[in-house]
Each structure stands twice: as C-alpha cells, then as structure tokens.
C-alpha cells in the first residue's frame, strides 16, 4: 500500500460534534495518527443526541452521524475536569503536531485549552480552533453556539430565502463543513511552515468569516454599490431559465440551468417546441433573463409529468444542463457514486455492514486512505497510555477508578 | 515569509470553483499564474456585480474577489505555439489548476498523461461537476444542479411546512463550486505533502458534487442507519432551529435540551403557555411542538434582536442575531477581527474585500488586488520563458497572446 501523505503526523482532537470531527477526518483518512480525546462527563453529542442510531437501538458505538464523521480515528478517555486528566492531555499535546479544539471560548479556557497554555507545553504545536465567530474580537468572540449560527450572523440566511420573502436556513449545518475543507488546506500550509522555520501557530478559524468568503457577489455588490442583496430564490446573475423544478411524484424536483443559446434551443426541442417558446422575447439570454418568471411558470406545468431522474437523463443527452434533486434513499442508489467510489462498507462489531461516504476527492497515487472503522468510546486508551505515554497496567487502572481515564 | 511562497501554480480555470482554488495559493503566498483567453478572458469577468451596474472587464466584483494576488498571462492553447508556452510553464510548476470538461485537456495535448512525462513532480488538480469516471462524467454542470443534486441541497430551506409550494433553493452565490474548490485545494495540498516524501506528481480528482454531498453526513445517516427516509418537513424536527421574528428583526436559537429550554423561558419572562409541565421534558416538547414553538414565536415579537442574543448568551442559551449583509458588513466584531480587507486597484478602485476563509496568526498575508486581462504577459511569457520583443508582438497579432 502506497504511504499516506500524513504518516508520521499526530493530532490530538478534543473536538466534537461536527467541525473539528470533519476536520479532523481528513487528518486520519489521510495516514495521520488522530487521538480524539473523549470523556463519559461530555460525550461527543454525536455519539449519544442525533436520531441515526444503528437499528434504533441506542448506544455511544451506534450513531451513523458519529461514524459518518470519525472513522480512521483513534477514542482515549480523559476526563478534563480533573487536574490529572489536564496533566495526561498535555502529555499527548507534547507528542503531537497539531491540537484540534472547537469549544466555546469560556470552556476552552476552562479545560486549559487555549493557544497560550498548549503553546507553554510544546512550543512549535499547531493549534486549530474552530468556532462561530472567531475566538478573538468583540463580545461575540465568547458567544456558544453552532454553525447554523455563524451562518445567520453574516447575512446567508437573510439571503436564502424565495425573493422578497422571510429568512431561511440553509440545509444540514452548512458552515461546519464549509470551514472544515477550508481549514484543512490552511493547516497543512502552517505544516510547511514549521517545517521550513520551526515555527508553530494558532489557527482562530472563524466560521463567519468562511461563510463570508464563500458568498462574494452579496459582499462585492455591497462595498461596491451599498445595495444588500437579500433574498433571490434561485435567482441566477446570469442564466435563466435556472431554477428547480416539479416532478412526478411526491416531493420530486429537477434542477436546469440554461446559460447559452444552444441550451435554449436544445431545452424546446426537448420539449417539442412548443409554440409559447418561439416569443421573440425569449430569443436571447437577456431577454430569458428578464421573463424568467414566465419561463418558470410554462417550465414548471412540463416538468410535472415526468420523473425527475429519467426527465435529467433526457435533457443531459440533449445537452441541456439538468440533475435531479436527490434524497437520501436516492443518492445511495446513484450508478454514478457507486462507479466513482464515493462509498465504502463498514464492517461493524455493533452496527454490522454500513455504507459510509468517503472522502469526496480522488488521488491517482494514493488508490486507498484509512478507511478504518470509527473508535469505540475508549477502544485506545490502553494503546495510547500504555503505547505512547509508557504508564503501566496499574497505573492506568487506577485512573480509570479515579475517573481520570474516564 | 509566507508559508507557499515556493510554490509555483499554473490556473487554466474559470468562473468559480478553480479560481477560488488558486486564490487560496495565492493569498498564501503561491506564485498563481492564471492563464485565461485573449481578448475575452475569464468568464467571471462579465459576471455581476459591477460599480453602478456596468460591465467593464476590470471591475467585476466576483472576478476581483476571486483572482486576488495572481498573474495573469493570456494564452490561445488550442493553437499549436499557444499549447508549447503552456507545456514550457507546467514543466516548472509545481500545480496546475484545471476546471475544464472531462477529456478537454487531453483532446489539446495538454493532459495528466502528457503533462506527466514532462515534469513527473507536476500535481494537476481536476475540479469538474461530477468527476472524472461514471456516468455522469460527461454531464453539463452547473452551480446549481451540482448543489441541489447534493441532498443538502433537498434540504435547503429546511423547515418546509407545505412542500407542493417550497421548492429546493440554492444558497446565495456558488456554493457547490464553492465547496469544490476547498476540497480541491485540500486534496492538492496533501498531493503536495506525497510528492515532499516521494518525489512523485499525481493527479487529483475533485468534483464539486461530491464534495457538497460531503455536507449531508447528518441527512444520510438516518436513512443508511435507520432504514428511515430523510425528509425536509418540519413535523417531527422542532425545537428552532430557524429564523424566528422578533419585534426588529430575527433571532436564531434552539431549545432541544432542557437547559436551552430554561434559559429560553427565563429570557422571555416566563411566559404563562410555557409553564404547563407537559413541557418539561424533551419528549413532551417533541410531541407538543405546535404549541410550545407558537408560543415562543409570541413572546419574542415582543422584544429585539440585539437584546435578546446579549441577554440569552449570558444566560447560556446559544442564540444568536440573523442579520442581513449589509448589516455584517458594518459589524464591528468582524472589522476588529479584520475579516474585511481594503485592496486598491487601477481599474476598479479601493474597495473592501472578504479577507481569506482562514487566516494564520504567525503567518498573517494580505491578499494583493487582481491582476489586469494579460498584465503578466511580458513578465511571463517575455522574460521568464526568454522571448524576445519581436516574437512577442508576433504572438500578439496571431492572436496567441
């Protein structure tokens, strides 16, 4: 097997829930040594809150959300309300490269997890704190929060909602896995770095400020013209007709985009040409633009009679930019996912055969990544206390009656 | 000392997703050579907004943002001396950034397998819609079909309350690029680490879809683990988790748990609907969540945004204000954190910018305006690859550069 990139590296994770663990996911997948550090006094709100437990039967090793966000890592038990549970965590942060930390700022003081004290321990660690607005700033910099939040607080929901209409949330908690790819790139950049100059730093990643970035024409239109956008539905700058569509079949929808006029042309003759898409004013992108409304309307009263996957299949052989709107029996049906290998099968010793989505990125010298099953609460705590940190049998059960290792 | 400021990129990209890539190198200190058409450029260059509204090829809100501290050369590749410069600049890169069809590179000679043999430590990134294999590979894209393919995408706006009338949304701006294009740079940053220990270039596959169906951990897990069909409707979800009206504006919290659930009340002034002990427990807020949300939604109207997040979070309830653009561009938390940075460029002016997703504390970089349509030609093509005035002006009038 061809080496992983990130051999050698170590990161001790103390984060939890969604942001760090994606991150964090990376990491392991891609050969690095992850010890997530977990304790029965918080557990990851994954393995324990969310209703995706293996057969509705609950357990902390059961969660599908907690396994879709954890493979490949390696689960210690420490208990950081204690001093000694603070002092072995320390003891782990001085054999890593990086720290991962995503807590709200009061507790990340509190557990001794702060950029200072980790910097006081190894002086060249990387740490990466994820939070909604940033751990440095004004008030909001100590608010709790998730990443819903960050998004709310920098306009994207005011800007997702049917044009002229009330605030909407984005699906699933969008800027978590936003800021987690974006975090990755830049903490292997602070890799290079202290490779090149011994150097460490602090990553005070702000999932605001990740969500800002990633929505420029509402920013740009604004210190370029003062106009606040707001909400535009599926509104495009440029192509029309760009909009989601009706299909046969209970909640079903088809999504087209139509740039150029050749997509136009090929869209009617899809259609039959119709008499109503021969009106002059639909001759030109401009002009569809102007009357997507229209365009819409016709669109959504033909797109009804059809089922939304074989009416893309039609349209993309036509050549007419479509894709059906897929839900989640549908995307673990798609041929195209399966061919491309965006799935991999657990094998689980609780939850039995699982598919699981693997990284969403493909390197050609690099067929297979650490894939390896997501960790049991405390499956590693004899291997990293013993293994890395050398105590003894005694030792560690002693902490473990002294709920340290805990 | 900026931590890629060793690294060469080539960007053969447009629009959105392989731009922001090769932004990304770039405000980290990458040498970007972005490589567009002449004459016309990237498309993002016609792309909205622009000052007071007008298209000028220079101006382009979405285009300065996504091309800040890059060259720009302009190159016709599809002619045989245009495709030789290109090979001579990807025989010295490190990284290539590509967001063309499936196939596109190969049919030009400028493919992985070619450009390989050529510099075997080259890494060519691939952002594309769907993917270099499956039956999709060869589909039209678009931002939108990528996104609303992605199940997040299903699920956006979520709280759907009547589902014949709500249909799927996108979210503001280009997000499924958007997501592709940090995957990408990811995915390319470790092909980087692999060739440091190895020596050997390779080829990464980054599709846009794919990486936004990466955002629907939650949503899959319930139907691969349940056996039980997401859906986006509100019956059944509850407890927040969206925009909520309060007398000047909107709040955004939850109150699943019990403790949110106490703080909640406390901040509303206990009101009298909330005390029926019904409520008390998480299970009997669930099933009665008509009530309990109709009756949170009354008592908020009568109290504002700013008051509520401030009172709230002291409480320990995760609220939080849903303010409009405008709004959080003028926030003074985000200009203290300097997530806005002032960049002055000869077209287009001084203008704010979006600083980067992520900065580096010991390594702070500011992004440097974007570059004008062949600003880099001579510097490039001219000094760089060593030709003269002459051939130059000849390139020129072929129309190669």
């Known amino acids: 097997m061809a080496m992983l990139p990130l051999e050698g590296v170590r990161v001790t994770d103390f984060s939890w829930i969604i942001n760090g663990p994606q991150t964090a996911l990376w990491f392991a997948a891609m050969g690095a040594e992850v010890i997530k550090v977990e304790s029965r006094v918080y557990l990851d709100y994954m393995r324990i809150g969310p209703p995706a437990m293996a057969d509705d039967i609950a357990g902390p090793n059961r969660s599908g959300i907690f396994h879709n966000l954890n493979y490949g890592k390696k689960s210690v038990n420490l208990n950081l309300a204690t001093a000694k549970g603070r002092e072995l965590a320390y003891e782990l942060v001085k054999r890593s490269d990086f720290v991962i930390e995503c807590f709200a700022a009061p507790h990340t003081r509190k557990l001794g997890l702060t950029y200072e004290q980790l910097k006081a321990v190894k002086p060249d660690i990387i740490v990466i704190s994820v939070s909604l607005l940033g751990k440095t700033g004004l008030e909001p910099a100590q608010w709790v929060g998730w990443g819903p939040m960050a998004a709310s607080y920098v306009g994207m929901f005011d800007a997702q909602g049917y044009l002229g209409g009330p605030p909407r949330q984005t699906g699933g908690t969008w800027p978590d896995y936003a800021i987690a790819t974006a975090v990755m790139f830049h903490a292997l950049a602070a890799l290079r770095h202290r490779d090149r100059t011994g150097e460490g730093q602090w990553i005070d990643a702000s999932m605001g400020e990740t969500v800002i970035g990633e929505m420029p024409e509402w920013f740009m239109d604004y210190f370029m013209n003062g106009r606040d956008r707001r909400q535009r539905g599926n509104r495009d700058d440029f192509l029309a007709p760009h909009n989601t569509y009706p299909c046969k079949g209970d909640d079903k929808w088809i999504a087209i985009a139509v740039g150029s006029d050749e997509e136009w042309s090929a869209l009617c003759r899809v259609m039959g040409t119709p008499a109503w898409t021969q009106d002059a004013a639909f001759s030109s992108q401009l002009g569809r633009w102007k009357n997507s409304s229209a365009i819409d309307a016709r669109l959504n009263e033909w797109t009804r009679q059809y089922d939304h996957r074989e009416l893309a299949r039609t349209l993309q052989a036509a050549g007419v930019p479509a894709g059906p709107v897929l839900d989640s029996v549908e995307v673990y049906q798609d041929e195209h996912l399966w061919e491309w290998g965006y799935w991999w099968e657990l094998e689980h010793h609780e939850a039995g055969k699982r598919i699981l989505p693997g990284l969403p990125a493909k390197l050609s010298a690099i067929p297979k990544f650490n894939y390896s099953p997501p960790p049991d609460l405390g499956e590693h705590n004899h291997e990293v206390f013993s293994g890395l940190l050398g105590l003894t049998d005694e030792a560690i059960a002693r902490l473990m009656d002294e709920k340290v290792i805990y | ?401």
């Open chain 2, 1 to 401: 000392m900026k931590p890629l400021d060793d690294i060469k990129v080539i960007e053969f990209a447009e629009m959105v997703s392989g731009p922001m890539c090769g932004k990304m190198f770039a405000d980290m200190g990458a040498e970007v050579i972005k490589i567009e058409s002449p004459g016309t450029g990237d498309q993002s260059r016609r792309h909205p907004p622009f000052p007071g509204d007008i298209p000028h090829r220079e101006k382009s809100g979405l285009f300065l943002y996504l091309n800040t501290s890059k060259k720009s050369v302009t190159l016709d590749v599809t002619r045989p001396a245009g495709a030789n410069i290109f090979r001579r600049l990807a025989a010295n890169a490190d990284l290539l950034i590509e967001n063309h069809p499936p196939g596109h590179l190969d049919k030009l000679g400028l493919g992985f397998e070619a450009l390989h043999r050529l510099n075997p430590r080259l890494v060519v990134v691939s952002i594309t819609p769907f993917g270099q294999k499956g039956p999709y590979r060869d589909w039209k894209g678009s931002d939108l079909i990528e996104w609303a393919m992605s199940l997040t995408g299903y699920n956006t706006p979520t709280m759907v309350d009547d589902p014949k009338k709500e249909n799927p949304l996108r979210a503001p701006g280009h997000p499924a690029e958007m997501m592709g294009a940090t995957t990408a740079a990811a995915a390319a940053m470790l092909a980087l680490c692999h060739r440091e220990r190895t020596g050997e270039g390779q080829w990464v596959d980054a599709p846009c879809w794919q990486a936004t169906l990466n955002t629907a951990k939650v949503e899959m897990a319930v139907y691969a683990y349940r056996g039980v069909p997401f859906n986006r409707l509100r019956a059944g979800a509850g407890a927040g988790l969206e925009p909520l009206p309060c007398r000047d504006g909107y709040v955004y919290t939850l109150w699943t748990v019990d403790a949110h659930f106490e703080a909640l009340k406390e901040l509303l002034g206990h009101p009298e609907l909330l005390e029926d002990d019904l409520f008390k427990t998480m299970k009997g807020r669930a099933d009665n969540d008509d009530v309990v949300r109709l009756a949170i939604r009354q008592a908020l109207l009568n109290y504002d945004m700013d008051d509520l997040v401030s009172r709230g979070q002291a409480l320990g309830l995760p609220i939080g204000a849903v303010y409009t653009v405008a709004h959080a561009a003028e926030d003074e938390h985000l200009k203290t954190r300097g997530a806005f940075v002032e960049i002055d460029h000869p077209a287009a002016g001084s203008l704010r910018y979006p600083a980067q997703l992520v900065r580096l504390n010991a390594t702070p970089s500011s992004p440097s305006r974007a570059p004008l349509l062949g600003e880099h030609n001579e510097e490039v093509i001219g000094r760089r690859l060593g030709y003269g005035a002459e051939e130059l002006s000849a390139f020129r009038a072929d129309g190669i550069i």
